[in-house]
């Protein structure tokens, strides 16, 4: 009953996150896969529709296809399906992407392919926003298992966890001047790279309900984080 009331003060403070973590069975065979099919080219009609590979185009008239729906954005920026990811070679893949199929170098094409490059490079975009970042990586990774994250359902964190958040708001409630702000700063930023280093290991492991409970407890901070970015903008 505690731990209810201490969520219910935390809803109220607007300190509980939306969208954290349910439960349900696991299962990584639901994992977005690739299919088998080549649809033909919309253009010429020829075989080689959505293909793979950085084939993103036709090979017989080079016209720009419509974006692969069965590939997850791993294969996209050419990374492999795990949580830890170069981030360097993620970069550099977005800004190849980019220079192949942004809408700026098809404005003299045809309304097709203007289409299919807006959706393209959306797509890219999307992909590499939700990549680059521990939080939504994790819980992209969970989303290819099979485990769906509804939003506003409530996921269990120990009540020890839920008053060490609310300390640490009311910290920063507190806080005044740079110096105090730099220190909250340093602590959530020490706790995420700690919940990220235990994140990475569950994940290796293929222990996912334990990737749900860190993850869960990264976008608590990373509410804090919110917090304190608003904070420091100046009224």
Not at 60 to 73: E, N
Not at 123 to 152: Q, W
Not at 161 to 168: A, S, W, Y
Request: net charge positive; proline share 5%.
């Amino acid at each position: 009953m505690w731990c209810g009331r201490t969520r219910a003060l935390l809803r109220m403070s607007g300190l509980w996150p939306t969208g954290v973590l349910g439960r349900r069975p696991l299962n990584c065979s639901a994992a977005s896969l690739a299919g088998s099919n080549s649809p033909r080219c919309w253009n010429c009609g020829g075989l080689g529709g959505p293909l793979r590979g950085d084939r993103f185009f036709c090979p017989q008239c080079r016209a720009l296809q419509p974006p692969d729906p069965t590939r997850d954005y791993f294969s996209l920026m050419d990374c492999n399906r795990s949580f830890r990811v170069d981030t360097a070679k993620l970069q550099h893949r977005y800004q190849q992407l980019q220079r192949l199929i942004h809408p700026d170098f098809f404005s003299q094409r045809s309304q097709t392919e203007k289409d299919f490059s807006e959706k393209h490079s959306t797509l890219v975009n999307d992909a590499y926003k939700t990549l680059l970042a521990p939080l939504s990586r994790g819980l992209y990774l969970l989303k290819l298992c099979g485990i769906e994250i509804p939003e506003g359902t409530d996921y269990e964190v120990d009540s020890q966890f839920l008053m060490e958040i609310m300390e640490i708001n009311e910290k920063l409630a507190e806080a005044q001047g740079e110096t105090a702000m730099k220190e909250m700063e340093s602590i959530v930023r020490a706790k995420q790279k700690e919940l990220t280093d235990n994140v990475s290991r569950a994940f290796e492991r293929d222990d996912f309900e334990k990737a749900k409970e860190l993850l869960t407890k990264m976008r608590y901070f990373s509410n804090v984080e919110e917090k304190i970015k608003l904070k420091k903008i100046p009224l």
